[in-house]
Every structure is written in structure tokens, then in C-alpha cells.
């Protein structure tokens, strides 16, 4: 390996709690691949005064792959000895889900609609959306409760201890729309169903380009479903901790295109 590139690190963080080990040994390997070096931390070790001297031996890149309850503070942990944090701005905010698409959605992205309320006395403004409905949990990858009337969504929030740990969204009909995920790496658009670069068309890149300008990301997955006939479409998620599953293309372009 070059001396040079001795000379810098990347760090991929993930937590225990979650799946996405494997997704961070993913990304490690592709990066060894192209020659970058790169560690994978539990994200709780990072307060361990020995970890962070050693990060801060070399020019450092750290990626947060997971959606820890904590990343607030760690980012403030690392920015303290100028580290450099990929989507730093993005992670020091709020990143409830329901936020997330609020941003969006003042920046003329379409999402579904949706209401988010504090407890279970204000659910009579649930009237402003029709169903099917979904009631979504505000953490990434965590729980999803589809409900088709309002009896069975009165049955269902019985189980639901914490009302604004969650928000409800209107349920897209699936007979107009497919669903599509696709990786946005800095400046590549990569569609998750296609092996190699496919051609993005500009009414779409602009609407991807512009979630990236809301919410000061440059690396993340967007879940939208979208009629490309007629340039419908809703965004539905936007997750800025992606281990590229799905897509080795985006895993490649992350590396070569983000890492250090």
C-alpha cells in the first residue's frame, strides 16, 4: 500500500444493537479492495480516551452506520478533536423520521401525507388523512403497522405505550406506483435494481438532488414510490446510515467516490 494512504484512515462505526455489522465488513473490504484503509468501531468504544488518540494519529474519515439514539453526542465527541464526519451537519440535528421528511417537504419534495402528534388525546385530527394508513416508528429500520380502518387503529394503538415515538402516514396505493430505492453518493445516482450506471432521468435526479440540499447529505438511501410514466411520486424514507445492501454499484462509488 502507498505510503501515503498510510498516512489517512476511515472508520466505520456501527452499534451492536442494530444489524448492520455486516454491512459495515462489507465496506471495509471493498475498501481494502481499492487500497483505502479502514476500521470498524462498536460506536459506545468511541468514548475510550485510547480509540480516540488513535484516531486522531492519522487524517481520519469516520462514518456513522447506524442510527444510535446517542449520534448527537458522539458527533460532538469527534468534531471536538476534528475528525471528519461524512453528513456531519445532517447527524447533528433531529433525526426522527417524521423531521427528516418535514425538511423535505418544504423544499418541494413530495411525501405522503402524514401527522405526527404528541399523545394519544390529539388523534382526533387523524380525520385529515384517509385510509389505509401506516403507523411508522420515528428510528430508522424499526417498526411498521399497516391499518386499513379506523376500528383496527384504535385496536392497534393499544399497544403502543409512547404515541410520539411514532407518526402516521398515508398508505400509497401500489396499483399506480412502484416502489424504488435508490443510493445517492455525492454527485452518482445509482438505481438498486440495475448492476451498472443506468441513465437517471433529470425530473428525478433534480427531486434526489434537492432532499440532498434539504437535508446537507451527501451520502444516503431514498425509498420513493414513483409512477415514471407520468413523474408521480412520494418519498416514504430517507435513511442517511446505508450500508449499501443492495446495491455493490452505490457500496463501490461510496468507497472510491467518499472515503479517504
Same mark, same amino acid.
Given at each position: 500500500?502507498?505510503?501515503?494512504?498510510?498516512?489517512?484512515? @476511515?472508520?466505520?462505526?456501527?452499534?451492536? +444493537?442494530?444489524?448492520?455489522?455486516?454491512?459495515?465488513?462489507?465496506?471495509?473490504?471493498?475498501?481494502?479492495?481499492?487500497?483505502?484503509?479502514?476500521?470498524?468501531?462498536?460506536?459506545? +468504544?468511541?468514548?475510550? &480516551?485510547?480509540?480516540?488518540?488513535?484516531?486522531?494519529? /492519522?487524517?481520519?474519515?469516520?462514518? %456513522?452506520?447506524?442510527?444510535?439514539?446517542?449520534?448527537?453526542?458522539?458527533?460532538?465527541? %469527534?468534531?471536538?478533536?476534528?475528525?471528519?464526519?461524512?453528513?456531519?451537519?445532517?447527524?447533528?440535528?433531529? $433525526?426522527?423520521? *417524521?423531521?427528516?421528511?418535514?425538511?423535505? &417537504?418544504? #423544499?418541494?419534495?413530495?411525501?405522503?401525507? +402524514?401527522?405526527?402528534?404528541?399523545?394519544?388525546?390529539?388523534? #382526533?385530527?387523524?380525520?385529515?388523512?384517509?385510509?389505509?394508513?401506516?403507523?411508522?416508528?420515528?428510528?430508522?429500520?424499526? &417498526?411498521?403497522? *399497516?391499518?386499513?380502518?379506523?376500528?383496527?387503529?384504535?385496536?392497534?394503538?393499544?399497544?403502543?405505550? @409512547?404515541?410520539?415515538?411514532?407518526?402516521?402516514?398515508?398508505?400509497?396505493?401500489?396499483?399506480?406506483?412502484? %416502489?424504488?430505492?435508490?443510493?445517492?453518493?455525492?454527485?452518482?445516482?445509482?438505481?438498486?435494481? *440495475?448492476?451498472?450506471?443506468?441513465?437517471?432521468?433529470?425530473? $428525478?435526479?433534480?427531486? %434526489?438532488?434537492?432532499?440532498?440540499?434539504?437535508?446537507?447529505?451527501?451520502? !444516503?438511501?431514498?425509498?420513493?414510490?414513483?409512477?415514471?410514466?407520468? /413523474? @408521480?411520486? *412520494?418519498?416514504?424514507?430517507?435513511?442517511?446510515?446505508?450500508? !449499501? !445492501?443492495?446495491?455493490?454499484?452505490?457500496?463501490?462509488?461510496?468507497?472510491?467516490?467518499?472515503?479517504?
Amino acid at each position: 500500500m502507498d505510503n501515503k494512504l498510510c498516512d489517512n484512515i @476511515n472508520y466505520i462505526l456501527f452499534s451492536k +444493537n442494530e444489524g448492520y455489522q455486516e454491512g459495515a465488513e462489507k465496506i471495509r473490504t471493498e475498501a481494502l479492495r481499492q487500497n483505502k484503509n479502514c476500521e470498524i468501531i462498536e460506536i459506545h +468504544n468511541i468514548s475510550n &480516551k485510547k480509540i480516540l488518540e488513535k484516531m486522531k494519529q /492519522k487524517k481520519s474519515l469516520v462514518y %456513522l452506520l447506524t442510527n444510535d439514539d446517542y449520534i448527537p453526542i458522539y458527533v460532538e465527541l %469527534l468534531k471536538n478533536i476534528n475528525i471528519k464526519i461524512i453528513n456531519e451537519s445532517l447527524l447533528s440535528k433531529n $433525526l426522527l423520521k *417524521f423531521v427528516l421528511q418535514e425538511r423535505i &417537504k418544504r #423544499n418541494g419534495v413530495c411525501i405522503p401525507n +402524514n401527522i405526527w402528534v404528541s399523545d394519544k388525546s390529539e388523534l #382526533n385530527n387523524l380525520n385529515k388523512i384517509e385510509y389505509p394508513i401506516f403507523i411508522k416508528s420515528q428510528k430508522q429500520a424499526s &417498526k411498521i403497522i *399497516f391499518v386499513k380502518n379506523e376500528v383496527e387503529f384504535y385496536e392497534k394503538i393499544k399497544s403502543i405505550n @409512547n404515541i410520539n415515538e411514532y407518526y402516521i402516514e398515508k398508505a400509497i396505493d401500489t396499483k399506480k406506483y412502484i %416502489l424504488k430505492k435508490y443510493y445517492c453518493v455525492k454527485r452518482s445516482i445509482i438505481d438498486m435494481d *440495475f448492476l451498472t450506471d443506468k441513465k437517471i432521468p433529470a425530473w $428525478l435526479k433534480t427531486i %434526489l438532488k434537492n432532499i440532498s440540499k434539504s437535508l446537507e447529505a451527501e451520502v !444516503f438511501s431514498v425509498d420513493i414510490f414513483i409512477n415514471l410514466s407520468n /413523474k @408521480n411520486y *412520494f418519498c416514504i424514507d430517507i435513511n442517511p446510515a446505508s450500508s !449499501f !445492501f443492495r446495491s455493490d454499484l452505490a457500496r463501490e462509488k461510496f468507497v472510491k467516490n467518499i472515503l479517504i
